[in-house]
């Protein structure tokens, strides 16, 4: 019994040792002095916000996603990717602020932000016109660049009233790709399929959300008019040439015109704020298909 | 002094320069005497240190991880080294009685349908649901194990290695179909959940495993001289008095306990509790009474140092601890299995 006893008045003193730690909270820094803010960005979206709302020059540190543009992307230190980001690096960037997207979060990761000081601004990110705009918003609030928000805002409905109206809607699916084996197509749902709909088209992988493989048969009955690469993989495939030897691909409308599009990534799926300059790049590809 | 005192205490002051070695590493630049005087004001209260981050970065990022990096490595290896004895089996790990794959599914679970649905960022008093659900899967998942092997009073030990392939396989199956249906960010959280971080460490989690390792170190290391009967054979074992149908539910519950804390805050990371015990069994022989507390402070040291090259080898970033434990720990093993004739002491 003297060991239960034991046991029992170790995890008591654990426990009291852990609340009282529990109970102390680090004040937030004071910034009574104004100075730039010091940024941190963990997503290639909300880096390109702040670098369009000009605040380029507050970024110390970024992620691994943040691919545009070159200028910032080559001198600023990279932190990992979200999912497997160390609260340490981000600290030693000494930041002020840190813009995150909600999705693959790590709640430890803001706690541990937090103790230290930093304020972290999670961005639930939608994939839509709405949803990007939104984004633009909440960063320009904390960054206070309202003027350059609705400029970046109007430009991308500008970019949106001049994509035109196709005789049809063009059938067109995304392939997300790393090399010829193992190819993934996007569903209901996907930023690259809320695109293609912007762009005046139709997004023919529908009957499933998020990304998925797709059998050969399922791809010659779907049947797409033009396929939709990121740049670096239609390149790692071996261009159009090689696509055309994937016995499925071969089958299907764009296969037979050769319709293969690659686009940069981030450009395409981001929804950052180039997401009109994005929807018109594709409407003006669909335009070459068919018999515009 | 035995060869056992003095190989304990060597570990112990190997364990004692590390942790402020530890503490002085890191993405961000401070000296030891700054990490120093930070603990000590923290500690005696009186001197409230001037920069808050410097603070944070020591009290409530470095010292959490590198006690929890301790007592994980710690608690996976005394419970390897006790898996081990119990099935008499030099490959027996924490995936033999379903620990790993049964908590790899309830994350697979959490990572990629709660997501939405329940929130993975939804917390139960700081801890994350992710850690919650990971403990409980593997708990039952042993707790299914153990119930497939018993027979009648008895728990065959064998059946409990056939139940554990089985119960691994079908869990695997359950992963394999989970990742299917995973986005591409999902996808990328399990394999990092797969290969194991101490990134999230907290004075919560740094808690709730000094719990869970006190519990199985102050059952498991009396356990030296059952282990040692053991060896001989179950029937043996019994005819020298051990009870080892005792024997047995206490170590599958306290290993279970303390790997199951281990993987629910810190991933999956793999081969500590073969690689630690075996090693140890190389230099030093068999006899458990060394090999326990040994291991323990050897499994410590081992995701120490580990954990130390994994958050300073690539500044900022960080890499996966599962690499470097393999890394470490997998040459290691093979150098003394090719010398072994050369190293066995007795």
Same mark, same amino acid.
């Given at each position: 019994m003297n060991r239960f006893l034991v046991c029992f008045l170790f995890v008591i003193s654990i426990l009291l040792a852990c609340n009282s730690q529990a109970d102390k909270h680090v004040d937030e820094l004071e910034s009574t002095e104004v100075q730039p803010l010091r940024i941190v960005s963990l997503a290639g979206a909300l880096t390109e916000t702040v670098y369009s709302l000009g605040k380029a020059d507050q970024l110390v540190g970024i992620d691994i996603t943040s691919t545009?543009?070159?200028s910032i992307t080559a001198s600023l230190p990279k932190l990992g990717h979200i999912s497997s980001i160390n609260s340490e690096g981000v600290l030693s960037m000494r930041p002020d602020i840190v813009f995150v997207l909600k999705k693959g979060l790590r709640q430890e990761l803001v706690q541990q932000l937090k103790a230290a000081g930093v304020t972290v601004k999670v961005i639930d990110q939608e994939f839509s016109i709405n949803g990007t705009k939104q984004l633009i918003d909440t960063i320009a609030e904390t960054l206070q660049a309202k003027a350059a928000a609705d400029s970046?805002?109007?430009?991308?409905?500008?970019?949106?009233?001049?994509?035109?109206?196709?005789?049809?809607?063009?059938?067109?699916? *995304?392939?997300?790709?790393r090399g010829a084996g193992n190819m993934s197509v996007g569903g209901k749902g996907t930023a690259v399929a809320q695109l293609i709909q912007l762009a005046g088209g139709v997004n023919v992988a529908n009957d499933f959300e998020a990304y998925k493989p797709l059998t050969a048969e399922a791809m010659?009955?779907?049947?797409?008019?033009?396929?939709?690469?990121?740049?670096?993989?239609?390149?790692?495939?071996?261009?159009?040439?090689?696509?055309?030897?994937?016995?499925?691909?071969?089958?299907?409308?764009?296969?037979?015109?050769?319709? *293969?599009?690659?686009?940069?990534?981030?450009f395409m799926a981001g929804f950052g704020p180039r997401v009109g300059e994005a929807a018109l790049a594709l409407n003006q590809q669909f335009k070459t298909v068919g018999n515009e | 002094m035995s060869k056992r005192n003095l190989l304990l205490t060597f570990l112990f002051l190997a364990v004692l320069i590390s942790l402020p070695a530890s503490l002085a590493m890191g993405a961000f630049d401070l000296s030891f005497l700054e990490a120093a005087q930070i603990i000590w004001s923290k500690l005696s209260g009186f001197t409230d240190f001037q920069d808050q981050r410097l603070a944070a970065v020591i009290w409530q990022i470095r010292l959490p991880r590198v006690l929890l990096s301790l007592m994980v490595g710690a608690s996976l290896a005394i419970s390897g080294a006790a898996l081990q004895g119990l099935f008499r089996n030099p490959l027996a790990d924490p995936s033999i009685i379903g620990i790993s794959m049964g908590a790899a599914l309830s994350a697979a679970v959490v990572i990629v349908l709660?997501?939405?649905?329940?929130?993975?960022?939804?917390?139960?008093?700081?801890?994350?649901?992710?850690?919650?659900a990971t403990f409980f899967g593997?708990?039952?998942?042993?707790? #299914?194990?153990?119930?497939?092997?018993?027979?009648?009073?008895?728990?065959?030990?064998?059946?409990?290695?056939?139940?554990?392939?089985?119960?691994?396989?079908?869990?695997?199956?359950g992963v394999g179909l989970l990742t299917f249906l995973a986005d591409n960010e999902e996808l990328r959280t399990l394999t990092f959940w797969t290969l194991g971080?101490?990134?999230?460490?907290?004075?919560?989690?740094?808690?709730?495993?000094?719990?869970?390792?006190?519990?199985?170190?102050?059952?498991?290391?009396p356990l030296f001289k059952s282990f040692n009967a053991l060896a001989l054979g179950e029937q043996e074992a019994a005819y020298m008095g051990v009870n080892t149908e005792k024997l047995k539910l206490k170590v599958i519950i306290f290993s279970a306990l303390a790997i199951g804390t281990g993987v629910a805050f810190c991933g999956m990371i793999s081969f500590v509790g073969l690689v630690v015990p075996h090693?140890?069994?190389?230099?030093?022989?068999?006899?458990?009474?060394? #090999?326990?507390?040994?291991?323990?402070?050897?499994?410590?040291? #081992?995701?120490?140092?580990?954990?130390? #090259?994994?958050?300073?080898?690539?500044?900022p970033a960080e890499l996966p601890i599962g690499i470097l434990t393999a890394l470490f720990g997998a040459p290691v093993f093979l150098y003394l299995i090719l010398n072994r004739k050369k190293l066995q002491v007795k």
């Open positions: 545009y543009p070159d970046l805002k109007a430009k991308i409905d500008a970019d949106l009233a001049k994509v035109e109206a196709l005789s049809s809607a063009k059938r067109a699916l *995304f392939i997300y790709a010659v009955k779907a049947d797409p008019e033009m396929i939709l690469f990121f740049q670096s993989a239609l390149q790692s495939m071996g261009g159009p040439k090689a696509l055309n030897q994937i016995p499925a691909i071969a089958q299907t409308k764009a296969g037979a015109n050769e319709s *293969f599009v690659g686009m940069d990534g981030l | 709660a997501d939405g649905v329940l929130a993975a960022n939804y917390s139960m008093g700081g801890i994350s649901f992710l850690a919650v593997a708990l039952i998942t042993t707790f #299914l194990i153990f119930r497939i092997a018993k027979e009648g009073k008895q728990v065959n030990v064998m059946n409990m290695l056939l139940a554990g392939i089985a119960i691994n396989a079908i869990a695997a199956a971080s101490l990134g999230g460490a907290t004075w919560l989690s740094v808690g709730v495993l000094a719990i869970s390792t006190f519990f199985s170190l102050y059952f498991l290391l090693i140890i069994r190389l230099i030093f022989g068999g006899d458990y009474r060394i #090999l326990l507390p040994t291991s323990a402070l050897g499994g410590g040291l #081992l995701l120490c140092w580990a954990d130390n #090259l994994a958050r300073t080898a690539v500044i």
